[in-house]
């Protein structure tokens, strides 16, 4: 009976150690990625470490995919990815392969496309919406338009028209007219109107030697735009800068 309860006593003395052993090393992996993260931040936009506060670490993990597979052995790893804070503004900071980007820009670039596009296309529109996957795009690590430089107003015009790079593109823009039924059939779709307007806009983009093809979206009234993350399959997501599509389908506005 003692032998049994020295055996089961060591048994637990060895779990408890491992866990605390196990804790100590990922407080340690933690502690060091967050670092890597910050550094990066800091020579980018040439701030203070102080200046970040992290809300979040999401460690790189191994993820069995059978939720969307039929393949029960089927996985994938998943990105590091830091929530942080800056300046008000809550964004993220992702690590793909051994690359490291971050998509706080998302509300700055939003406001430098809407008075491009204001300027150069239409002036009814509202904006775009901007989304990390303008900047990166996990699922495609070469895409060519793949960016980590600091976007400015005078260097839109490169980021949205796609110009250099032989991947086409799909950018989705917001459009305010006085009636949205003008540009609707009878069961809410896009009518003759609608695709006259669309190919109008499309025109000017191609005339601008565009690679991009849009989706269009049309308002009656001012919307708000707001960051918001939208989910893809095998558990990935990505944060946008735009109109909410819960929004959009409220207000019956996509074609």
């Known amino acids: ?88 503004r809550s964004f993220q900071v992702q690590k793909i392969g051994d690359k490291i980007y971050d998509n706080y820009q998302l509300e700055d670039i939003s406001k430098y496309a809407a008075i ?42 490169k980021l949205i028209l796609n110009k250099d790079s032989d991947y086409l593109r799909t950018i989705t823009i917001y459009y305010l007219t006085n009636n949205c039924d003008y540009y609707r059939n009878s069961v809410g779709n896009g009518n003759e109107n609608y695709k006259e307007l669309k190919n109008e806009l499309q ?10 093809k849009i989706n269009l979206v049309i308002f009656e009234k001012e919307m708000k735009f707001e960051r918001f993350t939208v989910k893809k399959q095998k558990g990935i997501s990505y944060q946008s800068y735009g109109i909410n599509y819960e929004t959009i389908r409220k207000e019956n506005a996509y074609f």
């Open 1 to 88: 009976m003692k032998k049994t309860k020295k055996i089961v006593k060591s048994l637990f003395i060895i779990i408890i150690s491992a866990l605390l052993l196990g804790f100590v090393i990922h407080t340690i992996y933690v502690q060091a990625h967050r670092g890597e993260a910050v550094e990066y931040l800091v020579e980018k936009y040439n701030t203070s470490a102080h200046d970040y506060k992290i809300k979040k670490y999401y460690p790189r993990k191994l993820v069995n995919n059978s939720s969307h597979s039929s393949n029960m052995f089927e996985f994938y790893f998943t990105n590091e990815t830091w929530n942080i804070i800056y300046n008000d």
């Open 116 to 157: 491009y596009l204001k300027e150069n296309i239409d002036k009814n529109i509202l904006g775009m919406e901007i989304s990390t996957e303008l900047l990166y795009d996990s699922t495609l690590k070469n895409l060519p338009t793949n960016t980590n430089k600091l976007i400015t107003e005078t260097s839109i015009e």
């Open 203 to 212: 025109s000017k983009l191609l005339s601008k030697n565009a690679n991009v």
